[in-house]
C-alpha cells in the first residue's frame, strides 16, 4: 500500500485552510478500506509538533449513508455537549483533495475492537462498571441537547406521527420482503404493536449505533464514540435498548451492556448525565432492535442470493438469522409476568 | 447410495482443511471469507447429520400447532405467519411462542450450538413488562 503523493497533497493542503499553514504529511497509513468508507491515520507536522490524525474518506458519495457535513455537526454537537468524541478539524464535500468528500478528526488512541475492549475489561475489573456508567452519561449528555440546534439534513421521525407507529411500519416493510416467511419474527412483530411503550417527553438527536464495536476503549474507560454515520432524531430510549442488545455482547451474556457493565451501572450514568429513563421503552427498542437486526441478516442473504451484492459473508448471515430470532422470542417471553406474550 | 464417505464425513474434512492449512497459509483480506467458509461447512456437516431429523420435528410441531394433518415446512411456516399477522385467533400467540422457541432451537443445533444456552434478560427491578400495553 504506497502512500499516495495525491492524498498526502490533498490532505496537506486541506488542513491547511483551516490551520492558516498546510502540515507536512507523514505516516500515512490506509487503515480500512470499505467499499463506503476508508480510514486513512497519519501525522500532520508543523515545525517540532505532530499530531495524529485521521482522515475518513467516502470514495464513492453515492453509497454514503449521510452527508459528511452533518455527519460532523452530529460530532460536533455531540461534543458541545460533553460527550467524548473525536475533535474534528475540518470536513470538506469538495471531492478534488482526496477524490470524495472526507473529513480530518482527531486520532484517538485505544481499544475499538469488541473483544479487545472485553479483555481490558478483564485485566481490570473495576473498569466494567465504569465503562457502562461512562456510556449511560455519554448518551444522556447527547440526549440533552436540544434537536432543534441540530443539522436541518439530519434524520428527523415524520412530523404529527407516532415515532413507534413509524418504526413498527418500517420492519414491517422488512417482513414483507422476506424470502421466507419468519414466524418468530412476525410474533416479535405482533408483540411490539400491542406493547408500545409511553412517551418521551420529547425527541433526542441519537448517535443510532452506540455499542461496543464503535467505542474507543483505554485502561481510563471511555475516550470516544465513532461512527456518527446513522445518527437521527429519535426517542432517546433507541440508543440505550440498541447498545444493550445481546449481540453486542460477545458472549458476555450476563452483562446486558456490551458485555461489560450492568443496566444498573448505565441508568445511574444516564440519569446523572440529564437523561430520563423509560423502563418500558428500553425494553421495547431492545426488542425492536434484535428484530431489525435479524431482518437485516436476511436482507443481507437475500442480497448474495439476488446477485446484488455476491459474498460468502453476505451468503452466510442467512445462517445467522435463527440466532435472531432465538434472541427475540427470549425477549418476548423474558422476564414479562406469564401471559403477556399473549391476549 | 453414495460410498463412504458421507456427506457429513466429507465437509467436516473440507472444514479441517479450510480452518487448518488454508487459513495457515492465507494473508490479508482472504483470511476472514475462509474462516467462514470453513464454519459454514461445519454448519453443514450438522445439517447432514441432523437436518433431517430436525426437519421432521419442526413440521410435527408446526401440524400441531396449526391443527393440521399435513403439510410440509414450508407451507406450515407461512400460513403460520399469515395467521399470527392476522390476528384472528386470540390464544395462537401463547400457544405458539413455545413452539417457536423449540422449532428455532432445533435450527440452532445445526446453525449455532450454545447459541441457545441464554434464556433472557435479568429480571432486575427495571425491568417492564406489566402496564406497557
Same mark, same amino acid.
Given at each position: 500500500?504506497?502512500?499516495?503523493?495525491?492524498?498526502?497533497?490533498?490532505?496537506?493542503?486541506?488542513? %491547511?485552510?483551516?490551520?492558516?499553514?498546510?502540515?507536512?504529511?507523514?505516516?500515512?497509513?490506509?487503515?480500512?478500506?470499505?467499499?463506503?468508507?476508508?480510514?486513512?491515520?497519519?501525522?500532520?507536522?508543523?515545525?517540532?509538533?505532530?499530531?495524529?490524525?485521521?482522515?475518513?474518506?467516502?470514495?464513492?458519495?453515492?453509497?454514503?449513508?449521510?452527508?459528511?457535513?452533518?455527519?460532523?455537526?452530529?460530532?460536533?454537537?455531540?461534543?458541545?455537549?460533553?460527550?467524548?468524541?473525536?475533535?474534528?478539524?475540518?470536513?470538506?464535500?469538495?471531492?478534488? *483533495?482526496? %477524490?470524495?468528500?472526507?473529513?480530518?478528526?482527531?486520532?484517538?488512541?485505544?481499544?475499538?475492537?469488541?473483544?479487545?475492549?472485553?479483555?481490558?475489561?478483564?485485566? @481490570?475489573?473495576?473498569?466494567?462498571?465504569?465503562?457502562?456508567?461512562?456510556?449511560?452519561?455519554?448518551?444522556?449528555?447527547?440526549?440533552?441537547?436540544?434537536?432543534?440546534?441540530?443539522?436541518?439534513?439530519?434524520?428527523?421521525?415524520?412530523?404529527? #406521527?407516532?415515532?413507534?407507529?413509524?418504526?413498527?411500519?418500517?420492519?414491517?416493510?422488512?417482513?414483507?420482503?422476506?424470502?421466507?416467511?419468519?414466524?418468530?419474527?412476525?410474533?416479535?412483530?405482533?408483540?411490539?404493536?400491542?406493547?408500545?411503550?409511553?412517551?418521551?417527553?420529547?425527541?433526542?438527536?441519537?448517535?443510532?449505533?452506540?455499542?461496543?464495536?464503535?467505542?474507543?476503549?483505554?485502561?481510563?474507560?471511555? #475516550?470516544?464514540?465513532?461512527?456518527?454515520?446513522?445518527?437521527?432524531?429519535?426517542?432517546?430510549?433507541?440508543?440505550?435498548?440498541?447498545?444493550?442488545?445481546?449481540?453486542?455482547?460477545?458472549?458476555?451474556?450476563?452483562?446486558?451492556?456490551?458485555?461489560?457493565?450492568?443496566? #444498573?451501572?448505565?441508568?445511574?450514568? *444516564?440519569?446523572?448525565?440529564?437523561?430520563?429513563?423509560?423502563?418500558?421503552?428500553?425494553?421495547?427498542?431492545?426488542?425492536?432492535?434484535?428484530?431489525?437486526?435479524?431482518?437485516?441478516?436476511?436482507?443481507?442473504?437475500?442480497?448474495?442470493?439476488?446477485?446484488?451484492?455476491?459474498?460468502?459473508?453476505?451468503?452466510?448471515?442467512?445462517?445467522?438469522?435463527?440466532?435472531? @430470532? *432465538?434472541?427475540?422470542?427470549?425477549?418476548?417471553?423474558?422476564?414479562?409476568?406469564?401471559? @403477556?406474550?399473549?391476549? | 447410495?453414495? !460410498?463412504?464417505?458421507?456427506?457429513?464425513?466429507?465437509?467436516?474434512?473440507?472444514?479441517?482443511?479450510?480452518?487448518?492449512?488454508?487459513?495457515?497459509?492465507?494473508?490479508?483480506?482472504?483470511?476472514?471469507?475462509?474462516?467462514?467458509?470453513? +464454519?459454514?461447512?461445519?454448519?453443514?456437516?450438522?445439517?447432514?447429520?441432523?437436518?433431517?431429523?430436525?426437519?421432521?420435528?419442526?413440521?410435527?410441531?408446526?401440524?400441531?400447532?396449526?391443527?393440521?394433518? !399435513?403439510?410440509?415446512?414450508?407451507?406450515? +411456516?407461512?400460513?403460520?405467519?399469515?395467521?399470527?399477522?392476522?390476528? =384472528? =385467533?386470540?390464544?395462537?400467540?401463547?400457544?405458539?411462542?413455545?413452539?417457536? &422457541?423449540?422449532? &428455532?432451537?432445533?435450527?440452532?443445533?445445526?446453525?449455532?450450538?450454545?447459541?441457545?444456552?441464554?434464556?433472557?434478560?435479568?429480571?432486575? !427491578? !427495571? &425491568?417492564?413488562?406489566?402496564?406497557?400495553?
Amino acid at each position: 500500500m504506497s502512500a499516495s503523493d495525491p492524498l498526502q497533497a490533498g490532505l496537506g493542503r486541506a488542513l %491547511g485552510e483551516v490551520w492558516g499553514e498546510a502540515p507536512a504529511i507523514e505516516n500515512l497509513q490506509i487503515a480500512s478500506a470499505g467499499a463506503r468508507r476508508r480510514n486513512v491515520l497519519f501525522d500532520a507536522v508543523r515545525g517540532a509538533e505532530r499530531v495524529p490524525l485521521v482522515a475518513t474518506i467516502i470514495p464513492n458519495p453515492a453509497m454514503q449513508v449521510m452527508d459528511v457535513e452533518v455527519e460532523v455537526a452530529g460530532l460536533r454537537l455531540a461534543q458541545e455537549q460533553g460527550m467524548p468524541v473525536p475533535h474534528v478539524h475540518g470536513v470538506w464535500a469538495d471531492r478534488s *483533495y482526496v %477524490g470524495g468528500p472526507f473529513f480530518i478528526s482527531e486520532r484517538v488512541e485505544g481499544e475499538t475492537i469488541p473483544r479487545q475492549v472485553l479483555r481490558l475489561v478483564e485485566a @481490570e475489573p473495576s473498569l466494567g462498571p465504569k465503562l457502562a456508567t461512562q456510556c449511560g452519561h455519554a448518551l444522556g449528555r447527547l440526549h440533552a441537547a436540544d434537536p432543534a440546534k441540530a443539522h436541518p439534513g439530519l434524520n428527523r421521525p415524520p412530523a404529527g #406521527r407516532s415515532i413507534f407507529d413509524h418504526a413498527l411500519e418500517g420492519a414491517e416493510a422488512l417482513i414483507r420482503e422476506l424470502l421466507q416467511p419468519s414466524p418468530s419474527f412476525r410474533l416479535g412483530l405482533r408483540w411490539l404493536e400491542r406493547h408500545t411503550p409511553s412517551r418521551p417527553d420529547r425527541l433526542a438527536v441519537l448517535h443510532g449505533d452506540f455499542r461496543n464495536g464503535n467505542l474507543i476503549v483505554g485502561p481510563d474507560g471511555l #475516550r470516544a464514540a465513532l461512527d456518527w454515520e446513522v445518527g437521527h432524531v429519535g426517542d432517546p430510549m433507541e440508543d440505550l435498548g440498541w447498545l444493550c442488545m445481546r449481540m453486542w455482547r460477545f458472549r458476555n451474556d450476563d452483562l446486558e451492556v456490551g458485555g461489560f457493565g450492568s443496566r #444498573r451501572e448505565l441508568r445511574a450514568g *444516564y440519569e446523572a448525565g440529564g437523561g430520563s429513563w423509560r423502563a418500558d421503552a428500553f425494553h421495547w427498542w431492545k426488542t425492536l432492535s434484535t428484530l431489525r437486526w435479524g431482518l437485516g441478516l436476511a436482507g443481507q442473504a437475500k442480497a448474495h442470493l439476488d446477485g446484488s451484492v455476491p459474498s460468502i459473508i453476505m451468503a452466510a448471515s442467512g445462517r445467522r438469522v435463527a440466532e435472531l @430470532e *432465538y434472541d427475540l422470542l427470549m425477549l418476548l417471553q423474558g422476564p414479562a409476568p406469564a401471559g @403477556e406474550t399473549g391476549s | 447410495m453414495q !460410498d463412504r464417505p458421507t456427506a457429513a464425513e466429507l465437509l467436516e474434512t473440507i472444514a479441517d482443511l479450510l480452518e487448518g492449512d488454508l487459513l495457515a497459509a492465507t494473508q490479508g483480506p482472504l483470511r476472514h471469507p475462509v474462516r467462514v467458509a470453513g +464454519n459454514l461447512c461445519r454448519i453443514l456437516e450438522r445439517e447432514a447429520r441432523l437436518g433431517p431429523s430436525q426437519e421432521h420435528r419442526e413440521q410435527q410441531l408446526l401440524r400441531e400447532l396449526l391443527q393440521r394433518a !399435513d403439510g410440509e415446512p414450508t407451507e406450515l +411456516n407461512a400460513a403460520l405467519d399469515q395467521a399470527l399477522a392476522a390476528g =384472528d =385467533d386470540a390464544t395462537l400467540e401463547p400457544r405458539a411462542l413455545p413452539v417457536l &422457541v423449540e422449532i &428455532v432451537r432445533g435450527k440452532l443445533a445445526i446453525a449455532k450450538p450454545g447459541h441457545d444456552a441464554y434464556r433472557g434478560e435479568p429480571a432486575d !427491578d !427495571d &425491568v417492564p413488562g406489566a402496564g406497557t400495553r
